[in-house]
């Protein structure tokens, strides 16, 4: 999948030119995160999906989800990664355990899972993250929509690449998949 993307003020540890480089040869690490909202007895009653325009110009669902950097601890990428694309003031609280509830193998060519990335073979590590600030989504999102866990569900197929598939299993994770 590719998207339309604002440029990242800090790009991290690779180029463009050498990150597609290594992309073709080395499976990549990403985290992807279910921003939720609970009640007070910490049951999920909102689950937050990011609007994004495709470098074709389509409109689509998806998570929260980005590289983890060389170096870079998984609990820092989650926080980075929520940070860039709900904005500062979203106040995620990022799991005490950096234990996912599902790791996903994404492949450039169609057939080997039901995950699929056309950039690059990527693996990653999928959490459930409470959110209890105001989230003002940047960078490449154009919105944040909060719907129930059956509204979630009933739209996960219009997530690309498979990932419909991981919002299933993050609100099974939670027990709310309706």
Do not use: I
């Amino acid at each position: 999948m590719t998207y339309v993307r604002t440029p990242d003020p800090n790009p991290g540890w690779l180029s463009e030119h050498a990150l597609e480089e290594v992309r073709g040869q080395v499976p990549m690490l990403y985290v992807e995160a279910v921003p939720v909202r609970t009640d007070a007895g910490g049951t999920v009653t909102e689950v937050g999906l990011l609007l994004r325009a495709s470098a074709t110009g389509e409109m689509t669902r998806t998570v929260v989800a980005g590289r983890v950097r060389h170096g870079e601890l998984v609990r820092d990428a989650l926080m980075r990664h929520l940070e860039k694309d709900l904005g500062p003031s979203a106040l995620p609280q990022v799991p005490a355990s950096t234990v996912p509830f599902a790791v996903t193998e994404y492949f450039p060519w169609p057939g080997v899972t039901t995950f699929s990335d056309t950039r690059q073979h990527a693996v990653a590590l999928g959490y459930v993250v409470p959110v209890a600030g105001e989230c003002d989504p940047r960078q490449d999102a154009l919105e944040l929509t909060w719907l129930s866990p059956a509204d979630a569900a009933g739209v996960a197929d219009e997530l690309e690449g498979g990932r419909g598939r991981m919002l299933r299993q993050a609100l099974a994770s939670v027990g709310c998949l309706p």
